[in-house]
């Protein structure tokens, strides 16, 4: 089992970035694909990225592509989503998720990610 803690979601201007940390409780963290995903206001949780066990493979929503970047550092325990040019759009409840597993094929869903944490928010201000 991992226990998931998000860190570094605040208030930025359009265009701005932000880079968000997920720290992950265990030693079992390598053997975890991680991702994100996030809630905008009213809308449904949405898949954000998602980054393979040793990191080599990585996937990303289209509407984030280009902009966001996704990565881990197994020693630390630790997945960080790096998000640049932010956008209006990108306010939305952050939240880190975790699934075992060493495919490097993942079903970027949250129905396929066993793990939470507690979400932490992104406010973006035109």
Known sequence: QVQLVESGGGLVQAGGSLRLSCAASGRTFS???????????GKEREFVAAITWSGDNTYYADSVKGRFTISRDNAKNTVYLHMNSLKPEDTAVYYC?????TRQALRIIPAAFDYWGQGTHVTVSS
């Open 31 to 41: 053997r975890y694909a991680m991702g994100w995903f996030r809630q905008p206001p």
């Open 97 to 101: 998720a975790a699934v075992e597993t």
